[in-house]
């Protein structure tokens, strides 16, 4: 039997090659960029924390009630985590799942390629990686909407007993709200993954 390859096969699995290698390529960046976001979310919540210190700390140094200043810390704190998260949890992971999907299909039309994707199908339904990344983010986020309901709270209790209940349950609302978004749109992703590995157990 003859086993010589033609040379326009050769150029056509040169092609394969080069473009399985700029998926792995690609999905090792994105990957390098969700970690690098997970360390900005930590110092980021750092710097939040530094500044509500500063103020706390500091003599008359705004033009309102300090409790207030800390509260729109607080709030700043949570939108920069909140657009960290998406970049890191839904967009960088939805770039790496499509070099995924690509490679997989390259690994099923090829099989003299290595099958990494479908060995990392295989270990992500073993493992809940993203759910601790959205544990982070949330729990991040949560710890800044405790501070700022407890600040607020403070705040409105010097003229309102009940505007100060009303406030907290307004802060704890909307961090539950959030927090059921996060998780959504991460859930949206592992049913996407979760489809590809049942995909390729019929496949196999």
């Known amino acids: 039997m003859d086993k010589t390859i033609?040379?326009?096969e050769v150029h056509r699995r040169l092609l394969v090659c080069a473009t399985y290698s700029y998926l792995l390529s690609a999905a090792r960046h994105h990957g390098s960029l969700q970690t690098s976001y997970r360390i900005m979310?930590?110092?980021w919540l750092l710097a939040t924390f530094v500044a509500?210190?500063?103020?706390i700390s500091a003599d008359a140094i705004l033009p309102f009630d300090h409790l207030l200043g800390v509260a729109i810390i607080c709030i700043l704190g949570i939108i920069g985590l909140f657009l960290l998260w998406y970049e890191d949890t839904f967009v960088?992971?939805?770039?790496?799942?499509?070099?995924?999907?690509?490679?997989l299909r390259l690994e099923s039309q090829n099989s003299w390629l290595p099958q990494l994707h479908h060995c990392f199908l295989h270990l992500h339904s073993k493992t809940n990686a993203r759910v601790v990344k959205v544990v982070f983010f949330v729990g991040c986020k949560s710890i800044l909407f405790t501070i700022m309901a407890i600040f607020l709270g403070i705040y409105f209790y010097k003229y309102n007993l009940h505007l100060m209940f009303i406030t907290i349950l307004a802060c704890l609302l909307l961090n539950i709200l959030s927090s059921h978004f996060m998780i959504?749109?991460?859930?949206?992703?592992?049913?996407?993954?979760?489809?590809?590995?049942?995909?390729?157990?019929?496949?196999?």
């Open 92 to 103: 960088q992971e939805l770039l790496i799942d499509i070099n995924v999907v690509e490679a």
């Open 41 to 43: 979310a930590s110092s």
């Open 6 to 8: 033609s040379e326009e």
């Open 52 to 55: 509500i210190g500063f103020l």
């Open 184 to 204: 959504g749109k991460a859930g949206k992703i592992q049913k996407l993954m979760e489809y590809l590995h049942r995909v390729d157990e019929k496949q196999w």
